[in-house]
């Protein structure tokens, strides 16, 4: 019975690979909105209310494919933060920043789904959240050593935050591994919205006729941010 299991479990499994690459190709040529279960379904030659059995709804496969996605970008973080030199926290910084736009623009339509616009009746399930942040707990660590070791510099002539934010920033403190003042964390906010913000400008065009050389504007831009929050790049 046991051996049996697991055979059902690996044909299972192997299924839902097959359905889900299957849906990565239609968000290449349909869009998160044009996602459908039946148009998988026709392409396995598998009987429509057969693949229900592995993703009861259209929504249960965007959780899925995001949550794939989530993983992809917070082990591509993760590996690079690895490779890097631990004491070298400007290096780690610069790697994990390459890292997101490396894997963004050899996965785009999965970028989308995760950075771009939300899915018209989609509401993402509390399940998305421990992927979501992998590569935000990489930063927040990075940052966190970083000030523990007196490596980070001073503010500068950045503003110190407003008290208004200091709740939010105790949220979030309680959900980063991120030991640091509310001035620290700000500015790491900061360079985290930027680092996705020019990834996004850059996949989606906006830089199209205006920012040629992109790999060296983006090395500079992440220096840049690297230099907000504080660490030497």
């Known amino acids: 019975m046991g051996?049996?299991?697991?055979?059902r479990e690996r044909v299972r499994a192997e299924l839902v690979r097959e359905i889900t690459e299957i849906a990565r190709r239609q968000l290449a040529t349909e869009g998160a909105t044009g996602l459908s279960l039946r148009a998988v379904a026709r392409e396995m030659g598998m009987v429509?209310?057969?693949?229900?059995?592995?993703?009861?709804?259209?929504?249960?496969?965007?959780?899925?494919?995001?949550?794939?996605?989530?993983?992809?970008?917070?082990?591509?973080?993760?590996?690079?933060?690895?490779?890097a030199g631990a004491r070298d926290h400007g290096g780690r910084w610069l790697?994990?920043?390459?890292?997101?736009?490396?894997w963004a623009l050899a996965h785009p339509h999965e970028y989308?789904?995760?950075?771009?616009?939300?899915?018209?009746?989609?509401?993402?399930?509390?399940?998305?959240?421990?992927?979501a942040m992998r590569d935000t707990v990489?930063?927040?660590?990075?940052?966190?050593?970083a000030h523990a070791a007196g490596a980070l510099a001073p503010a500068g002539p950045c503003p110190p935050p407003p008290p208004a934010i200091a709740e939010d920033m105790a949220r979030?403190?309680?959900?980063?591994p991120m030991d640091v003042p509310d001035d620290v964390m700000a500015r790491a906010f900061t360079a985290w919205a930027a680092l996705y913000g020019t990834v996004s400008f850059e996949l989606f065009g906006?830089?199209?006729?205006?920012?040629?050389?992109?790999?060296?504007?983006?090395?500079h831009t992440t220096a840049l941010l690297a230099r907000l929050v504080g660490l030497e790049p």
Do not use: H, K, W
Not at 3 to 7: D, I, P, R, S, V
Not at 95 to 102: L, P, S
Not at 138 to 145: H, Q, Y
């Open 206 to 219: 906006q830089y199209n006729n205006v920012i040629e050389e992109r790999a060296a504007y983006f090395d």
């Open 172 to 176: 979030a403190r309680a959900m980063l």
């Open 138 to 145: 990489v930063m927040a660590r990075i940052v966190t050593e």
């Open 112 to 131: 989308a789904l995760l950075y771009g616009s939300p899915v018209p009746g989609y509401q993402a399930p509390q399940d998305t959240v421990a992927a």
């Open 3 to 7: 051996a049996g299991q697991t055979a």
């Open 95 to 102: 790697a994990v920043c390459r890292a997101v736009r490396e």
């Open 48 to 83: 429509s209310s057969a693949i229900y059995r592995y993703f009861p709804s259209r929504d249960d496969l965007l959780t899925a494919l995001i949550i794939d996605g989530y993983n992809a970008v917070g082990e591509a973080v993760e590996r690079a933060d690895a490779e």
